[in-house]
């Protein structure tokens, strides 16, 4: 390492502190779905302290609405701002978005937590808290990163965009409306839990919502009626035939790790509403996975196709074919190419800070990269201190020194890939607002 | 038929307006559970002015709600009487029960009704309304039986005890009421819709509820999970295995005709609550038919035992074996002996109305029958004017001619049954009240 990298580095080693504060802050503020503005609010304060160009809106209108790409629960975010701090370089270096969600997922029953899930307590290296894990810890090693380079003097040539979004647990529009307001850049890093791996490929999922139809009769005379319960099973068997299907196609090596690399998940069953009754209706529900390989609408024509040929096996179907919804959430699959420069820098600042080599994977989640590759024209990488296992669950928690040390990785990367020399044929991708 | 069994059908044939608006007043009582008063006053007001001594009474007290056969989703019967009317006999003779419950179930969605469900609608000789066919159909056939009898100044030796009971639709708790407030009697008819076939047997039926356990993941790893919904598919499977079994043992001619002797019928699932979560819990609920020849606690226990082994094909319900209840309704079983003198009685007469001879069959579904003939000790066969598939459906109807045909075929077996001596090492049941 060069002087001036040792200097941040050691900036960020003296800044545990501060860091496990920041941190902190951001639990206390329970950003659940509509309860975003305080946060934002810590955020952009941050940003501004730091030297960035802020801008904080709620995002909205039809561009966003009516985007292929926009999925949400709500259309009105009046209250849930997005915030984004630009940092503009010299010029003539590469550009770079940090880019991370606030939304957190409720906390659940609260008898399950040993801790209030919104106090950040700090114990034994670990601080705890609903979204400590997915991302707040993510966030605060990427504003630590930023911070060193401020407080160090560091001039970077190429501009620096730190997007902290809304909506990323609802499929994303937070990073759709910052895509469409034009913070767009040569590459991303999203510090997602991934537990310090490297995933240079996401995958993508979407929702779907079945109905299964029987025909209805007494239960003590059930061979007059057809049981949708057991139609159910018949479309249960299928999926998990298409899942072996989609998955004996992939064949790159960063999923060699993973059992079944695009699952289809059901999570939820429901069918029939008396127990002397032949049920009529049986609702399934549950999570397609997209390679990164796929479109969504290649996967959608495939899943629909293989559902229709259950009239062949089963006349029922002829008559009753199955409802196919696609509903709710949706996250696009996300990939960069194996030789991206950027994938190539933050191996080497991994191996600089860890003296290991990192795992590189393809991650087993959609993450808001699959909108910025595909829908913002910005190839990101999804890394982050947090580990999977804990987002979501209660007792959620994150050790400071990962966080730490994804803050270093992520400083050294920083000042690797936006002084590389902006490519003359590359669009011209400089940041609005 | 002699000069007075001709009188008494002449005075039914006379009586179809009767007939008719007296169904038409039951079904305009809209008497689902916890709102029977109306139709147990007019059925009260009915069997006195046929000269009956009419007993009726709010059901309670530790002696029913402690009784092994009472099931009931409540314990206070507050406000919903049963009625009986008695009509003493001159002696000697044997005495009958005709039993009918009053309660309906819920008319369902309105919009499937092409009438108002308590209209009583009378059209093309059907009358319409819940309850039409289960059973107030049949309580009209009786009460016409009875009425007959009165009119036409027929003495019997035998007494005659109308039960019109509460709870048939929840396990019976009406019935058992009336059995342990003494009345009982040498035999029994209930005029549930049999189309017009006769049940010496009837199966029984009680309800159970599984839970099968998993273990949560998200649906991106779904690998890390144990999926409760594919466990319950092994769980569903095995249910049909034990159908199988149960039903392969079933040698009684009577049950030749029917597909599935003794159903066990799956008819609510729900587990799960997020598309994209490995779900750990799912509920089966539904209902398992019994055999005349068999009791309950033998059914429980082939039922437990089989799905106990479950384990040995897979270790994952050694750890997590299946919760099973039994809850909420239950019917026992019952059966009379193919040469009881009822039957034979039964049959002949309905020769004689319908120059034919009747189907003899086992009920597919459960009655009050198995309480008076197994608790009750009173034989009971079932046997009325209604059709089966419209119980419990919208836009159900009984067609008065076959009330008309089961009330004469009721009357001629009262004539006959209650002339038969008296059995002298039979118990001396009398009526109390």
């Given amino acids: 390492m060069d ?6 580095i050691s900036w960020i080693k003296k800044s545990e502190t501060e860091a496990v504060e920041l941190l902190q802050r951001f639990i206390r503020e329970p950003s659940t779905q509509m309860n975003e503005a305080g946060i934002q609010n810590l955020v952009a304060s941050k940003l501004d302290s730091i030297g960035c160009t802020v801008d904080m809106w709620e995002p909205g209108g039809e561009e966003l609405t009516n985007h292929k790409a926009f999925i949400s629960p709500r259309g009105n975010f009046t209250g849930s701002p997005n915030v984004v701090g630009v940092k503009k370089g010299k010029g003539k270096g590469k550009s770079l978005v940090l880019n991370g969600h606030v ?36 966030n605060v090693a990427m504003l630590l990163a930023m911070e060193a380079l401020h407080e160090c ?28 307001r034009g913070y767009t850049a040569d590459a991303a890093i999203i510090p997602e839990p991934t537990n310090m791996k490297i995933f240079p490929k996401q995958q993508g999922s979407m929702w779907f919502r079945l109905f299964v139809k029987g025909k209805a009769a007494h239960g003590g005379t059930r061979y007059e009626g057809v049981s949708a319960i ?11 035939e298409l899942e072996a299907v989609r ?3 992939i064949k790159d ?19 029939g509403d008396w127990p002397s009754s032949v049920s009529d209706l049986v609702k399934i529900e549950g999570r397609c996975g997209i390679s990164p390989d796929e479109t969504v609408e290649e996967v959608q024509e495939e899943f629909c196709n293989h559902l ?15 409802d196919i919804e696609w509903f709710g959430a949706r996250w696009l699959p996300g990939a960069i190419p194996q030789d991206h420069p950027l994938l190539s820098i933050l191996t080497k600042q991994y191996e600089h800070i860890c003296q290991q080599p990192p795992k590189v994977e393809a991650s087993p989640w959609g993450t808001d990269g699959g909108l910025l590759t595909n829908i913002g ?28 040390d994804c803050a270093a990785i992520i400083t050294l990367t920083i000042m690797d890939w936006c002084e590389q020399p902006k490519e003359d044929q590359s669009d011209e991708k400089t940041s609005a607002g």
Avoid at 253 to 271: A, R
Avoid at 381 to 394: E, K
Wanted: glycine share 10%.
């Fill in 247 to 249: 998955n004996k196609r």
């Fill in 3 to 8: 002087r001036k990298q040792k200097e941040v």
């Fill in 308 to 322: 229709n040929r259950l009239a062949e096996k089963d006349p029922w179907f002829m008559d009753y074919p199955v």
């Fill in 377 to 404: 024209n910005t190839p990101s990488i999804v890394f982050g201190p947090g580990v999977t296992q804990m987002a979501h669950f209660s007792n959620e928690y994150i050790e400071l020194s990962s966080v730490l």
């Fill in 230 to 240: 057991e139609k159910a099973q018949c479309v249960l068997n299928e999926l998990r």
């Fill in 153 to 180: 003097g560091v001039q970077l040539k190429g501009d620096l965009i730190f997007q902290s979004v809304i909506e990323e647990e609802s499929g994303g529009a937070g990073t759709l409306a910052a895509i469409l």
């Fill in 103 to 138: 939304d957190v997922v409720p906390e659940g029953d609260l008898k399950d937590w040993h801790t209030d899930p919104y106090s950040g307590e700090f114990r034994d290296g670990r601080i705890y808290g609903r979204g400590a894990t997915d991302m707040k810890g993510g």
């Fill in 253 to 271: 090596p960063l999923y060699s790790q993973i059992p079944i690399p695009i699952p289809i998940n059901v999570g939820v069953i429901e069918g």
